[in-house]
């Protein structure tokens, strides 16, 4: 076709193309109502990957009350959503329950396995750490289920994540030994000063 050719007209199947390519992806905070595809999208990675060492999905209500502990403490638990359809989620929970660990979070960031390669993983993920960032947290840490995650890893090594160990051997899933992987990343500049918020409230023992 030349460059001053007509293009012909949009059929019926290219129409719904180009309006699902201008579809926005929106990022907000999760609710109640995201329960069961927060279950369908986490139950898909415990029963077919290494991300995570549960064995057993948990119920939509069992997500719903996993959010909400984590939500109590004021910490981001977002979802990605386009057309009405949760893509994934990412949140950030308190690293340990003991006071002294109240500047520190560990993230978490799970896709549905239909929509991974597109760029989701980072903008939950940094939407996520933004929201840390304006609480006044100062470090971040990643545990990441298998040594031979390159997507996670390689998702964590973009946002500035750099490796901080890697614990050899101590899960066993799908019948096989797996790693777990640290990685971690500074916020608001991590320990090159004291803490300027008064960080999670947490009473651990």
Not at 102 to 117: L, M, Q, W
Not at 187 to 192: E, H, I, R, T, V
Request: glycine share 12%; proline share 6%; with cysteine.
């Amino acid at each position: 076709m030349s460059a001053d050719a007509s293009p012909p007209p949009l059929g019926e199947a290219d129409r719904d193309a180009v309006e699902g390519a201008r579809r926005p992806l929106l990022i907000r905070a999760a609710t109640e109502a995201d329960a069961a595809a927060l279950a369908a999208i986490y139950g898909h990675h415990v029963l077919h990957g290494f991300g995570t060492f549960e064995e057993v999905p948990p119920a939509p209500a069992e997500m719903d009350h996993r959010r909400r502990a984590i939500v109590q403490h004021g910490l981001p638990y977002l979802v990605a959503e386009e057309a009405g359809q949760v893509l994934g989620y990412a949140y950030a929970a308190p690293f340990r329950a003991r006071a002294a660990y109240r500047y520190t979070v560990e993230d978490s960031v799970y896709i549905a396995p239909d929509a991974t390669g597109r760029g989701l993983g980072r903008a939950l993920l940094s939407a996520v750490l933004t929201a840390c960032e304006a609480m006044g947290l100062r470090q971040a840490l990643a545990v990441i289920g298998d040594s031979e995650n390159a997507a996670s890893i390689g998702l964590h090594r973009a946002l500035g994540f750099e490796p901080a160990g890697v614990g050899r051997n101590v899960g066993y899933k799908h019948g096989r030994w797996v790693d777990i992987v640290w990685m971690q990343k500074a916020l608001n500049g991590g320990d090159a000063g004291a803490p300027d918020a008064v960080g999670l409230t947490l009473s651990g023992h």
